[in-house]
C-alpha cells in the first residue's frame, strides 16, 4: 500500500470512528434527555464517568469514615437496647459503603485503587465527620440531623441517571430512615428527662446544626459541579434548594422535640414560603475540608490503621476465593 492509499484509508477509518462515537454521544444524550437510566454497558462521556466516580467513591468513604464517630458510642451506649440499635446503625454503614463501592467500581476504577486514593488523602469524604461526638446526646443529634441531612440530599439521588448508584440509594435511603428515627428518639427521651438531659440534647443540637447544614455542600454560587452534574440528571436539585428544603423540614420536628435550632436569624418568609436562615461559616467548612477540622487526623489515622489491620481478611479471602477456583476447574476437568 502506497502513503497516499495508507492516508486515505486512515481518513476513513478515522470518519467511521467519528460516526460512531457521535452516534454514542447521541443515544448518551437521548437517555439523558428521556430521563433513562444509563448503565455500566453503555458509552458515556469521560467527563460523565469522571464526576460519578468521584461523587460515588466520596460517597463510599463518608459512610466507612462515618462509622468512627458512632461507634466510639457502642461500648457506652446506655442500655443494652440503645447498643444494639447502635451497632445495628453502623453496621448498615458499612453495608453502604459497600453497595457504593461495588456501584463505583461498573464505572471502571477497582476499589482498591479508590480506598487508596482515601488512605493517601487525596480522596474527600463528608465534613461532617471531622466532629466529635462527644456525649451519648451527640449520637442522637448525628442521627437526627446528619442522617436528616443524608436523607434530603440521598433522596433525590435515588433518581441519578446511572442505574447503579440510583438502585443503590434506594435501599440505602430505606435504612438511613430508621437511622433518622433512632436519633430522634434519643433526642426526645433527653429532652423530656431531667434539666441536666435536656440542657445535653441541646447542646448537641446547637454542636451539630451548623455543620449538619453544610454537609449539603457550598453555596450554589462556589459549586463548581452542580451545574454539569444538574445536565447530566446526577444531582436533580443545587447544593441550596436542598440545604433550603432541610431547614423547613427540622423547624417543626425541632418544636416537636422541644429543642431549639441555634440560628437567630431563622425565622419564617411568608413571600417565599420559607424559613429564612442565617450565614453559614464557609470558612470553617474550606478549612474542615482541607484537613484541618478537628478530628480529620484521627478520622484517617484510624481508617489507616484498621486497613493495615485487616490486611489478613484479605488475604484470606483471596486465597479461599483461589482454592475455590482451582476447585471449581477441577469439577469441570472431571
Ligand atoms: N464535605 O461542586 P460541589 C452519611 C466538595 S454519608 C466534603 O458542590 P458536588 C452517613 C466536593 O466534593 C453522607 N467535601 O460538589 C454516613 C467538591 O470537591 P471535589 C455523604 C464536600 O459533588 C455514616 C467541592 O467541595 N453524602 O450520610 O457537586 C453515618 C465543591 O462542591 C462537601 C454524600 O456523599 C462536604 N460536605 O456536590 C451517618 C452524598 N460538599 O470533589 C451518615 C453524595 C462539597 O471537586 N454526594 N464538597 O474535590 C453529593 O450529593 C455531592 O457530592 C455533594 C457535593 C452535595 C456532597
Not at 16 to 45: C, H
Not at 208 to 217: H, K
Request: proline content about 5%.
Amino acid at each position: 500500500m502506497n502513503a497516499p492509499q495508507a492516508d486515505h484509508l486512515k481518513a476513513v477509518s478515522d470518519a467511521a470512528l467519528g460516526e460512531d462515537e457521535q452516534a454514542a454521544q447521541n443515544y448518551f444524550d437521548q437517555l439523558i434527555s428521556e430521563d433513562s437510566r444509563v448503565e455500566p454497558r453503555d458509552w458515556m462521556p469521560e467527563g460523565y464517568r469522571k464526576t460519578l466516580t468521584r461523587q460515588v467513591s466520596q460517597h463510599a468513604h463518608s459512610e466507612i469514615i462515618g462509622m468512627q464517630p458512632e461507634a466510639n458510642w457502642i461500648t457506652r451506649a446506655p442500655s443494652l437496647k440503645r447498643k444494639a440499635i447502635l451497632m445495628a446503625k453502623v453496621q448498615d454503614e458499612a453495608g453502604h459503603g459497600l453497595y457504593l463501592y461495588s456501584a463505583a467500581e461498573t464505572l471502571g476504577t477497582p476499589r482498591d485503587v479508590l480506598n487508596q486514593q482515601l488512605l493517601d488523602g487525596k480522596a474527600k469524604y463528608s465534613s461532617i465527620f471531622n466532629y466529635p461526638a462527644r456525649t451519648w446526646a451527640d449520637i442522637g443529634a448525628i442521627g437526627w440531623l446528619v442522617d436528616g441531612a443524608a436523607i434530603c440530599n440521598q433522596v433525590p439521588l435515588c433518581r441519578a441517571s446511572y442505574g447503579p448508584y440510583g438502585r443503590a440509594m434506594v435501599r440505602i435511603c430505606k435504612e438511613e430512615s430508621f437511622h433518622q428515627r433512632q436519633g430522634w428518639e434519643i433526642l426526645y427521651e433527653l429532652s423530656h428527662g431531667t434539666p441536666e438531659q435536656k440542657q445535653m440534647a441541646q447542646d448537641a443540637v446547637n454542636r451539630f446544626y451548623g455543620p449538619a447544614l453544610q454537609m449539603f455542600g457550598p453555596p450554589d454560587e462556589d459549586s463548581p459541579n452542580s451545574k454539569q452534574s444538574m445536565a447530566w440528571n446526577i444531582k436533580r436539585f443545587s447544593n441550596d434548594e436542598l440545604r433550603q428544603r432541610f431547614v423547613d423540614m427540622m423547624v417543626p420536628q425541632a418544636e416537636a422535640l422541644g429543642l431549639t435550632l441555634p440560628d437567630p436569624d431563622l425565622k419564617w418568609n411568608e413571600e417565599r414560603g420559607h424559613y429564612d436562615y442565617g450565614k453559614l461559616d464557609w470558612n470553617e467548612f474550606k478549612s474542615v475540608i482541607s484537613g484541618h477540622g478537628p478530628c480529620n487526623v484521627q478520622r484517617m489515622q484510624r481508617r489507616r490503621a484498621a486497613h493495615s489491620e485487616g490486611a489478613w481478611v484479605r488475604e484470606a479471602a483471596a486465597e479461599y476465593a483461589r482454592k475455590m477456583e482451582a476447585h471449581n476447574a477441577e469439577l469441570i476437568g472431571a
